[in-house]
């Protein structure tokens, strides 16, 4: 999925799904739009869904009964080392292991054993290398740019894709952000080659950004925030409009539709913005 993204310049999107909603969302947009797709769990919504095999079973069973035909990966997000075992043994096609708070060395050390699992299994793996700023799952980062050196050490170990650092944060940006590092971005791609790199933190990048990280080499974009703001909104306004004690109007399915269909139009405006449509 992401060497022909990288070789065709576009970007395919990473979009963390929190539950049904989010994930059948997801997954109806790629289909309709004809766009790989990339589902992510973080180990905090992957808890908060009942576990991995809770998730594989949910995306095994939607990709069947929607008749998903696009390429569509199940992705660990941020994992640690025990979360990539676990999720490897549920049933994930990729993982990412999140070692760039390690010395670089215990990095390579951990990273070069899960190369050799996900090879005999035929799974993607995703390193990192340089924190992403900003909040995930608790940890809070404030967005460093990555050793282009240190990146090379990892990407040698043979994983799939990479995770640089280049001033990108997860979540809302501030007013004072700096905006990402290209010359941070030309110097690991000219030192990593043909290998695709990710770009975390997708939402409130601007566009034009978004565009010269996909000319330098980035071929997978995360988006998270975006879609979970689109959805609050949605849901705000439905019940501030007080459609949830019209009729039936408390229904969860009628309740949760507006923020359903605000992930979709989300879903879309990125796949249109990393250029992914009909790459299927």
């Known amino acids: ?52 095999k809770t998730v594989v079973g949910m995306v095994n069973g939607m990709l069947e009964e929607l008749n998903i035909t696009v ?40 990273t070069k054993e899960l190369v050799a699992i996900c090879n005999e299994k035929g799974l993607s793996l995703e390193a990192e290398v340089g924190s992403i700023g900003g909040e995930e799952d608790g940890v809070i980062g404030a967005g460093e740019c990555a050793d282009p050196e240190e990146c ?3 990407a040698d170990l043979g994983v799939t894709m990479l995770a640089a650092g280049i001033g990108n944060i997860h979540g809302k940006y501030p007013e004072n952000w700096q905006g990402l590092s290209f010359e941070t971005l030309d110097a690991v791609q000219k030192l990593t080659g043909a290998m695709p790199l990710v770009l975390h933190g997708g939402t409130g ?38 459609k949830d004690q019209q009729g039936k109007g408390f229904d969860p399915r009628k309740l949760l539709a507006p923020g359903f269909e605000a992930i979709k139009a989300t879903v879309k405006e990125k796949m249109e913005l990393f250029g992914s449509i009909n790459k299927a």
């Open 205 to 242: 990048i601007p566009a034009d950004m978004i565009k010269k990280a996909i000319d330098l080499g980035v071929s997978k974009i995360n988006v998270n925030t975006e879609c979970q703001l689109a959805f609050a909104d949605a849901t705000r306004k439905y019940i501030e409009a007080g």
């Open 1 to 52: 999925m992401l060497t022909k993204a990288k070789a065709g310049h576009y970007a395919v999107g990473q979009f963390n799904i929190n539950n049904l909603e989010w994930t059948k969302a997801i997954l109806l947009t790629a289909q309709e739009l004809n766009s790989p797709v990339i589902l992510g769990v973080s180990e905090g919504a992957g808890k908060y869904m009942c576990g991995y």
């Open 71 to 110: 390429p569509v990966a199940l992705h660990l997000d941020h994992g640690s080392y025990e979360g990539a075992l676990k999720c490897i043994e549920a049933g994930f096609s990729s993982v990412m292991f999140d070692g760039s708070h390690y010395p670089i060395e215990e990095n390579v050390e951990k």
């Open 152 to 154: 090379k050490k990892i």
